[in-house]
């Protein structure tokens, strides 16, 4: 389930808005109590679901707005792409699935402009990309 593994770099979370849009579109919109019960069924919680993930579900749902989300999620998703496809050709064999966040993180706290883009009452934050930092050595 694409919420359970909810990848920044991978279509995961767009996926996700990409469902809930076309649901919506056909008139066939997906309540939180469906998704809900859904994780409770596969999972039995929601215990093993990133706090990150459930927390930009929820605010998914209170934007209503799933089209736009959609596509400002799909651009940061290409951007995370991005960012670590330059990383690995810098520094070599050093990406691997533990520390693709740690390096994401420091992209986006180091290297990217945050832009806030509001839809009713929530945030979501978009990065646009600065310069590269010349090298990140991660731990692990």
Not at 90 to 99: F, R
Request: proline fraction near 4%; charge should be neutral.
């Amino acid at each position: 389930m694409k919420l359970k593994s909810g990848r920044k770099y991978k279509n995961d979370l767009s996926d996700i808005m990409g469902i809930l849009a076309e649901h919506e579109k056909c008139k066939k919109s997906i309540t939180w109590e469906r998704i809900d019960q859904a994780v409770n069924n596969l999972y039995q919680s929601w215990d093993s679901i990133p706090e990150e993930a459930k927390s930009f579900n929820q605010n998914a749902f209170k934007t209503g707005n799933y089209g736009e989300v959609f596509r400002q999620v799909q651009e940061q998703e290409r951007l995370s792409k991005n960012m670590l496809v330059r990383f690995q050709q810098e520094n070599p064999q050093t990406v691997i699935e533990s520390n693709v966040e740690t390096i994401l993180d420091y992209y986006n706290q180091e290297s990217l402009t945050n832009r806030v883009v509001r839809f009713d009452g929530s945030v979501f934050v978009v990065h646009q990309p600065n310069p590269y930092p010349n090298s990140l050595h991660p731990q692990g």
